[in-house]
């Protein structure tokens, strides 16, 4: 199969507003050459039998698709890069490290091509490029194979259709309705900071000042040296001063990053587009900038809305990271609970606070909650504390954290046995075969087989989905263990049931031990 390296310069970095300008092409069958003319190379780009090969592909593939030209059989070199944890992985890094070329990136700003007359120094500028991601695939495939990250490979890279798809079909922002809520988040926030001032007998209080806010609390008897968050939550039930601030901050974060300032992001249309990175993080998950749709708050969540005549089908997996757990660790006691659809949290806390299950409160509940999601990630008895504090407002000693510990594990001894093995290790893997070598510290070992498990099953849920949906049907979202989509009315549950099976199906490549279990709603607004 011939393979090709191809690389497009533009005048602007945002798809919506600018042009291709250059075109350049590199590889097999005699191709080195740069084109003014992109529709000239249309059946090269749609030939399903030459391999492309991108250094960034849901940028170019992005730009390619947006300009009529349907792209298919492509792979990333910066991904491949990604998948073998290089520090660094633009094409000027990689190429100076695998290749001993100082790759001149003088033009790379958007800047530079925005005047009509292009030279022969941005057409060799664009075709070294392509020539220098046309090497480096050759070298990084080369060692992905070698290191036996071919199963990691094949997902990345059958998967960028999707992350390519979120960036063209975007979500859509009422603004309108949401700037009306800004508004009345706005006039909440100064009652709030009002009433908090009246509290602490203070009007002229700066709310931004730490060193303001310590001595007024201390002037009304309230032992605090800092306010940073996690020390404020001890506080929290004892000093209404201290939930008034809490709650001050919150609503005004909230305005700060996600108010009147959204507006940046919508094109004319109102849709929201934010840069996608398909390996977000070490751990193999994704995630999303300009905005951040992750740190979404709920308030502003319904003003998310689908197009006219059509509904979002939103789906989330139910406890995933708590289930490859016990797939991992093979751990007796959480297969059964899953496997007779219990309520892990409960059964839990009935363990750790040897308590009857019907005898079991919310409360207790909650707290159980808090330990199956922190000792899984190695968290200390100062830790638990902190969490079960900052999830349900309880104050607990180190010697009740220390005994809650004991019982956990006292109640999954196979998952002791786990992280026992795991905190040992040398290598960590996930189930799709993604592998960290890297010296890690303790929560990352603990972390990263599960974290990464569930980068895996989301990303093999996302390829089932494209095989199987109608065409019509839009990938607008991916937060965490989410995804959303939009669709015609009228096939609605079509695709709920397409959606759900796809997930299913992507957890069990995996996940064998217990079921999968994925909540799913249809909904106007982006709401569970």
Not at 299 to 322: C, H, N, W
């Amino acid at each position: 199969m011939k393979c090709v390296a191809v690389d497009t310069e533009t005048n602007h970095l945002n798809f919506r507003k600018g042009d291709i300008k250059l075109i350049s092409i590199y590889g097999d069958g005699g191709y080195s050459d740069t084109y003014e003319d992109i529709l000239s190379l249309k059946d090269i780009l749609e030939d399903d039998s030459i391999t492309k090969i991108f250094h960034n592909a849901i940028f170019d593939v992005t730009w390619l698709i947006h300009n009529g030209i349907n792209v298919t059989n492509y792979v990333d070199t910066m991904l491949m890069a990604q998948i073998l944890q290089y520090e660094e992985v633009s094409l000027k890094y990689l190429t100076k490290q695998l290749l001993n070329v100082d790759l001149d990136k003088n033009l790379q700003n958007s800047e530079n091509w925005k005047s009509d007359v292009l030279t022969e120094f941005h057409k060799q500028y664009c075709l070294d490029d392509s020539k220098y991601t046309y090497k480096l695939y050759k070298l990084l495939y080369d060692e992905i194979v070698s290191k036996d990250l071919i199963e990691v490979f094949n997902r990345e890279m059958k998967v960028i259709p999707a992350m390519v798809e979120l960036k063209l079909n975007g979500i859509r922002l009422d603004m309108e309705g949401w700037g009306n809520e800004v508004k009345n988040l706005e006039s909440k926030v100064n009652d709030i900071g009002k009433e908090f001032k009246d509290k602490v007998g203070d009007n002229s209080i700066n709310l931004e000042s730490p060193q303001q806010i310590i001595k007024a609390f201390q002037r009304n008897g309230i032992p605090i040296k800092s306010t940073a968050d996690e020390v404020l939550a001890r506080f929290e039930d004892d000093y209404d001063e201290v939930k008034l601030l809490r709650k001050y901050r919150k609503l005004q974060k909230n305005i700060s990053t996600f108010g009147y300032k959204i507006s940046e992001y919508l094109d004319n249309c109102g849709v929201i587009r934010p840069d996608w990175k398909q390996i977000g993080a070490i751990s193999g998950r994704m995630s999303c900038s300009k905005p951040a749709l992750q740190g979404v708050p709920r308030v502003m969540k319904p003003y998310f809305k689908a197009r006219e005549g059509r509904t979002f089908v939103i789906a989330d997996f139910s406890q995933v990271e708590l289930r490859i757990l016990a797939e991992v660790s093979r751990d007796k006691t959480m297969i059964e609970v899953f496997n007779n659809d219990k309520d892990l949290h409960t059964i839990t806390a009935s363990k750790v606070f040897n308590k009857p299950i019907n005898e079991i409160t919310d409360l207790e509940r909650r707290m159980g909650k808090s330990l199956n999601f922190g000792i899984v990630y190695g968290i200390t008895e100062i830790g638990i504390q902190n969490q079960i504090r900052k999830t349900t407002g309880e104050e607990i000693s180190i010697y009740e954290a220390s005994r809650y510990r004991l019982n956990f594990f006292e109640a999954y001894k196979d998952v002791y046995v786990l992280q026992d093995i795991l905190l040992r290790s040398q290598k960590i893997k996930s189930l799709g075969g993604r592998i960290w070598c890297n010296k890690l510290k303790p929560n990352q070992k603990l972390n990263y087989c599960i974290q990464g498990t569930g980068a895996d099953i989301l990303k093999e849920s996302l390829i089932e989905f494209l095989r199987s949906r109608n065409k019509n049907w839009m990938l607008c979202s991916v937060v965490h263990d989410e995804i959303v989509i939009e669709v015609p009315e009228e096939e609605a549950n079509d695709a709920l049931n397409i959606l759900k099976v796809s997930m299913e199906c992507g957890m069990a490549k995996f996940v064998k031990s217990v079921p999968c279990k994925v909540d799913i709603n249809i909904s106007k607004n982006w709401t569970k």
